[in-house]
């Protein structure tokens, strides 16, 4: 055994250094050293003819048969010979005794090889001894051997077959740490082989040598592959045998010795064969070896070859035709249920052409069911201008392509990026009509469900026990394809064609968690229909099938790359965690609580509470909190919060866009939450970006397109450049996932799902009076000489900010140019004066050392006076809605107040004084106008139609409410003018209400009732607000994007609408209001896609050169 | 992409830090995050770290500027409020963040902590304690560093 082992050393010391001999060449060469490695080492490396002087040795000495013996098991010592690990796999069949002879058998040809008489002879000889031996059935192969032995030559001794038997377990072992399978041909064909000899070669038809059925492996497919000979001189026989040889990929051996790096340099990728007679014969196409390389050293596939066709005598470089049959191996049939196999060394993402899928399409196999999308279709990055085809698909396009580009100005408003809610429906595919069942609510809900929320009910329960979405969608993923192989035992195999990952399951368009995403539109009761599905499933019960529900894999996403492993056994079961806005907590609570039979469930709030303990949060039905304290407790302990260490039955975002940004830390910690269901709750699944969509996903844990690079590469990019296939891709992966139904869906009966009193929604075109008109006109040719300057210098875009600007003071002016007046004078003010009073005053009273200085109050104040709208220190912008603190620091309320950590005091970010909200001074600028606007008031024709208008209503004596809408306040600020003049009792509602008031101001609107209008600034509406007592909405301005005003008017044509809404824009003519609805025109005629971004710039300064004509 | 989103405050600030850099300081946003800055700040003069050029890496968190930037040397420094995986103790950065501080005034300020190193509020124990017990040796250790670590080369 000893001797065995190092000379097992010895010759993979000289293999290493010439990879590529024959293990039975460095043998001999070694015996011809005496065993001396380094020895034979230099002689095989000064004379690459060698093999040759050793052959002729050999066969001189005679002492072949015993040389042969010894050489066979050294020859199987070649661990990295993969042709051996196959033989031994093959040692546990009947057939392997015959295979150990057929080893000998081409040993003999060699020895014997000039000479045709002695060639011939020999193999009758074997042959007949193989068919004996079969015939015998010898079970194992070391009495085989022994057998073999015997009859050969009587030289062989009990201890050889010893040696050789230890040997063989050696080698099994060493098989099994080495995964490195190669072909091997097998033994039928062998015997094929040597009858085709005897018949000679022009009776051998290709086709019939079927190599045998084996257990493991299963054929895919056979071919013809051309080769090209890298030898000379060589003869081929028709259907001879060959081997393949792989380069070694694998990395330890480069650096194990100098000369191997040299060899394994040149080797790269090239696939050698060989016949045994003839050593290397030749080498495959690129295309063959690129595609085989990674295949077999997965050691899950195969290939078996044989010579068909070559020149009789080869030259360099001729063909040579093989007749190839690749085997896949069963385990990929077999491996656990769900399991997929990929090669692991081809995990970029990026790499359009995976092995497996590219040796499919050699072999010409056609997948019987084609995926939809492919990489090369992809790849092509066709433009699609035409796309009048599928309008619709268009137009959603364009709509991705606008986005895109807005978001290349970040100085247009923010609320420019809404997407409008048509849009929205384009994108995902509203579906008109749904064919659900519908579902009883559970008698614990104490209240009625409409049929539609049932069908919801329905269908949100099935997703949870996760049978029907299954059964729902039993379509191929769109990136998969279906092939079947040769071999009848295997069933289809899908292939991914995007990440050559293959698998028998069939590859459903999702592969999700439990769950989804209820998107119905705003209004339908997304809140009520979750409350009746907690009730009816509150997962208190044993868990049907928690197996598949807890995700214990790693989560890898993305870039992140993060790995997450849950240890689930130390989790508690939890009910429903349900993440909200912090505004609709205590919706939340009361609409649970009052939909609910009492002591049905319990629900907690967990805000602001001191526990760390999961098990507080476990021992209820539903836990409330938001988004907030759910990133916080992210950020503090990672998956160790309190949140985390619960695993829930079912986790439910309401407004879940909230974490449209899936890098941010509030996404984060909810896509780690452990959960048995999860569901989003959004009537915008998407608010700007199709990347939103790619959060919720990843919520839901659904695969593939958790993976960032996947659903950039296949769903962003197609989308932003304009691809339909990206569209239908996502339509496909919503469509069981998502439910969205919109007022306009319609029930089985084809009646709508919710009926809702009709909008009518008009313009009311205004005719400036002359004073106004010359106002605007001298406003107008003041802005256009500025613009033209910034034309002529070539500089609009970088002058964005400043043009947005003038075009803000010109539908300003179309208000009321009060409102422009007011900014452009500068004019001593007289609260400013008042406001320095004050500040003075402090100043005099307390002589505490954070009061600011004289000087310094008067400068600020000096400032003002000279409307210097200076900078507010935290958003670095001109202040808007600007306050001064005690301490006479200037900043936007918003950004102080978002900065303080309670809602009622802080610090000063500029001087650290701790200030109340109540301290806090408006600055003067909240009166805006520097006349005394109410002694001079006039109507602009703006304000004089809504007044007409309300004054109608009013007359009509139907009690009928109305909101006014404007974008800014100190337009409100006028209209609180006439209003109060002519007796109209109205309340407000803007910005600068904290939450108490806003509750306040919409009870008392909704409640009373000679409160009949509502001012309301089109952007303070915050997420569900619910004016269903007002059926007029009156939007005064028009703003940039529809959407906005969309969402407003949604607010009034709700659930809970009695009355016809009536919906009144006020444009002015001839002004740049006009404009402005042209410029929304021409862009939403626009096809993005075809854009470049020069085109999207000059386009851009074309809509900008349009406003100003 | 992840950049589409970024606030207006910090697209001013980049701007104004790569138009009107602050003397010794450099501040480069990641290409591929604007989020992420290389910094580089020269060794105030006048302080053992004269001469040296000392990378950091700055990050502004998705609250920022409601909180606060993360910092950190990248360049090995000898200071005491600087542990050796090159977090900063600096109160700026941690309890007294306000918004209105800028990245250029963190970075400002991390460089007059270099001129002053504060031995009283240490990060790093054995540093600070060297530097109370033989304030002159230290110094020359951070000198030593600085030449070793932070020659720029």
């Given at each position: 055994m000893d001797k065995l082992t190092s000379e097992l050393e010895i010759i993979q010391k000289v293999r290493s250094v010439f990879p590529h001999l024959l293990p039975y060449d460095i043998d001999r060469a070694i015996r011809h050293c005496n065993g001396d490695t380094d020895k034979a080492i230099a002689l095989l490396y000064e004379s690459p003819e060698f093999t040759l002087i050793v052959k002729r040795t050999l066969t001189s000495t005679g002492s072949r048969v015993s040389a042969h013996i010894k050489s066979e098991p050294s020859d199987e010592s070649e661990p990295l010979d993969s042709k051996k690990a196959v033989k031994i796999e093959r040692v546990r069949d009947s057939e392997c005794v015959i295979e150990s002879l057929d080893g000998k058998i081409s040993v003999k040809d060699e020895a014997v090889e000039s000479d045709d008489v002695l060639q011939r002879k020999p193999k009758e000889e074997n042959v007949s001894e193989s068919v004996s031996f079969q015939a015998q059935m010898i079970e194992s192969e070391k009495k085989s051997v022994a057998v073999e032995v015997k009859e050969e030559k009587k030289e062989i001794k009990e201890e050889t077959n010893d040696e050789f038997k230890s040997f063989e377990t050696f080698l099994k072992k060493k098989t099994l740490l080495c995964p490195k399978p190669i072909s091997q041909v097998p033994l039928t064909v062998k015997k094929y082989e040597y009858g085709v000899l005897d018949l000679g070669p022009s009776s051998g038809s290709v086709d019939d040598g079927d190599f045998p059925e084996e257990h493991d492996w299963l054929l895919v497919g056979r071919t013809t592959i051309t080769g090209l000979s890298t030898t000379k001189g060589r003869k081929l026989e028709f259907n001879e045998i060959v081997d393949f040889h792989f380069p070694c990929l694998d990395p330890r051996k480069k650096c194990s010795s100098q000369f191997a790096s040299r060899a394994s340099a040149a080797a790269s990728e090239i696939v050698r064969f060989s016949t045994r007679r003839n050593g290397e014969i030749g080498r495959l196409p690129m295309e063959w070896a690129k595609c085989l390389n990674p295949l077999v050293s997965s050691s899950k596939v195969k290939v078996l070859a044989r010579c068909v066709a070559a020149p009789p005598r080869l030259q360099l470089?001729?063909?040579?035709?093989?007749?190839?049959?690749?085997?896949?191996?069963?385990?990929?049939?077999?491996?656990?249920?769900?399991?997929?196999?990929?090669?692991?060394?081809?995990?970029?993402?990026?790499?359009?052409?995976?092995?497996?899928?590219?040796?499919f399409k050699l072999l010409k196999i056609k997948p019987y069911k084609e995926a939809e999308f492919t990489p090369e279709e992809l790849d092509s990055r066709k433009r699609l201008l035409n796309l009048q085809d599928d309008s619709d698909d268009a137009e959603a396009l364009s709509l991705g392509g606008k986005r895109r580009k807005v978001a290349q100005h970040p100085e247009a408003s923010n609320d420019e990026q809404v997407l409008s809610e048509s849009s929205l429906n384009k994108i995902v595919g509203a579906v008109d009509e749904y064919r659900l069942e519908e579902m009883e609510p559970p008698l614990t809900l104490a209240c009625e469900l409409r049929p539609y929320q049932k069908q919801a009910l329905h269908w949100m329960s099935e997703s949870e026990k996760g049978i029907d979405v299954e059964k729902a969608s039993e379509t191929l993923h769109p990136c998969w394809a279906a092939y079947r192989i040769c071999d009848w035992r295997a069933s289809a195999i899908y292939l991914n064609t995007f990440s050559g990952e293959a698998t028998t399951q069939l590859s459903k368009a999702t592969q999700m968690a439990r769950g989804g995403i209820l998107a119905d539109a705003m209004g339908l009761g997304k809140t009520v229909m979750t409350i009746a599905l907690i009730l009816g499933r509150t997962g208190k019960v044993v868990y049907d099938d928690r197996p598949m529900a807890v995700d214990t894999e790693p989560v890898c996403n993305g870039k992140l790359g993060k790995v997450h492993q849950t240890k689930v056994e130390q989790k508690v079961k939890g009910g429903t965690l349900i993440v909200c806005p912090m505004a609709l907590l205590g919706q939340w609570k009361d609409e649970l609580e009052t939909h609910s039979r009492p002591e049905s469930i319990s629900v907690s709030v967990h805000y602001g509470a001191r526990t760390n303990d999961p098990r507080v949060l476990s021992e209820h039905d539903v836990v409330l909190t938001t988004y907030g304290v759910l990133t916080s407790a992210y950020k503090n302990d990672g998956e160790d919060s309190i949140f985390h260490r619960v695993d829930w039955y079912r986790v439910v975002l309401d407004e879940a866009h909230t974490i449209k940004s899936w890098r941010s830390q509030g996404a984060q910690a909810a896509f780690t939450l452990s959960a048995h269901c999860r569901w989003c709750l959004t009537g915008t699944p998407i608010q700007n970006n199709l990347e939103d969509l790619y959060s919720l996903l990843c919520f839901l844990h659904v695969e593939p397109w958790r993976n960032w690079a996947w659903w950039h590469r296949l769903i962003q990019r197609p989308y932003e450049s304009g691809d339909q296939r990206g569209l239908r891709l996502i339509r496909a992966i919503l469509q069981p996932l998502m439910?969205?139904?919109?007022?306009?869906?319609?029930?089985?009966?084809?009646?709508?799902?919710l009926v809702l009193?009709?909008?009518?929604?008009r313009i009311i075109e205004c005719e400036q009076s002359e004073a106004e008109r010359d106002f605007y006109d001298a406003l107008f040719k003041r802005s256009k000489v500025q613009f033209d300057q910034f034309v002529a210098q070539g500089k609009v875009l970088h002058n964005y900010a400043s043009i947005l600007e003038l075009l803000l003071r010109l539908r300003q002016c179309c208000n009321h140019p009060f409102l422009v007046m007011s900014r452009s004078d500068k004019q001593n003010y007289l609260d400013v004066n008042k406001l320095?009073?004050?500040?003075?005053?402090?100043?005099?009273?307390?002589?505490?050392?954070?009061?600011?200085?004289?000087?310094y109050v008067e400068e600020v104040v000096d400032g003002i006076r000279r409307d210097e709208n200076a900078e507010c220190p935290i958003c670095l912008e001109s202040a808007d809605d600007p306050i001064l603190t005690p301490c006479a620091h200037r900043m936007c309320r918003e950004c102080l107040l978002s900065s303080w950590r309670t809602t009622t005091t802080g610090f000063c970010p500029i001087c650290r004084k701790l200030l109340n909200k109540n301290e806090l001074i408006t600055c003067p600028s909240e009166n805006r106008f520097n006349i005394d606007i109410k002694k001079n008031w006039k109507e602009s024709s703006k304000v004089s139609k809504l007044l007409a208008c309300l004054e109608g209503i009013r007359h009509s004596g139907s009690g009928e409410k109305s909101i006014v809408f404007s974008q800014w306040t100190s337009f409100l600020d006028l209209l609180e003018i006439p209003l109060s003049g002519r007796g109209f009792n109205f309340l407000r509602f803007d910005g600068k209400l904290v939450q108490k008031q806003r509750e306040r101001v919409l009870m008392e609107f909704t409640h009373s009732s000679d409160k009949t209008v509502l001012l309301m600034s089109l952007k303070a509406g915050g997420v569900g607000l619910n004016l269903t007592a007002a059926s007029n909405v009156f939007l005064m301005d028009p703003w940039w994007?529809?959407?906005?005003?969309?969402?407003?008017?949604?607010?009034?044509?709700?659930?809970?609408?009695?009355?016809t809404v009536c919906v009144r824009r006020f444009i002015v003519k001839d002004t740049v209001e006009e404009r402005l609805q042209q410029v929304q025109a021409r862009k939403q005629g626009m096809i993005a896609g075809a854009l470049t971004d020069e085109e999207v710039r000059s386009a851009r300064i074309e809509e900008l050169k349009m406003l100003f004509r | 992409m992840a950049n589409s989103n970024l606030p207006r405050r910090i697209i001013k600030e980049t701007q104004r830090l790569l138009s009107e850099p602050a003397p010794g300081i450099s501040a480069s946003p990641s290409e591929d995050n604007?989020?992420?800055?290389?910094?580089?700040?020269?060794?105030?003069?006048?302080?053992?770290?004269?001469?040296?050029?000392?990378?950091?890496?700055?990050?502004?968190?998705?609250?920022y500027p409601m909180a606060a930037p993360k910092v950190r040397f990248l360049t090995k420094i000898y200071h005491p409020n600087i542990d050796k995986l090159g977090r900063i103790c600096l109160d700026i950065l941690k309890d007294k963040w306000s918004p209105a501080l800028q990245i250029r005034t963190v970075l400002l300020s991390i460089q007059a902590l270099l001129s002053a190193p504060n031995p009283d509020d240490p990060l790093s124990e054995n540093i600070a304690k060297h530097w109370k017990t033989n304030e002159a040796e230290a110094v020359e250790t951070a000198k030593e560093w600085t030449r070793l670590y932070a020659s720029g080369a």
């Open positions: 470089m001729q063909e040579i035709v093989l007749y190839a049959s690749f085997y896949i191996h069963r385990s990929i049939f077999t491996e656990g249920d769900r399991s997929s196999w990929k090669l692991n060394a081809y995990n970029n993402i990026d790499s359009t052409t995976h092995p497996l899928p590219t040796l439910l969205r139904r919109t007022k306009e869906t319609k029930d089985k009966e084809g009646r709508p799902i009193p009709p909008t009518d929604i320095a009073k004050r500040f003075l005053e402090i100043d005099s009273t307390s002589q505490n050392s954070s009061t600011p200085s004289r000087a994007n529809p959407a906005v005003e969309e969402q407003a008017i949604m607010r009034i044509h709700r659930i809970g609408q009695k009355r | 604007m989020r992420y800055f290389n910094v580089m700040i020269l060794g105030p003069t006048q302080s053992p770290y004269e001469g040296g050029v000392f990378k950091l890496e700055l990050f502004l968190p998705e609250e």
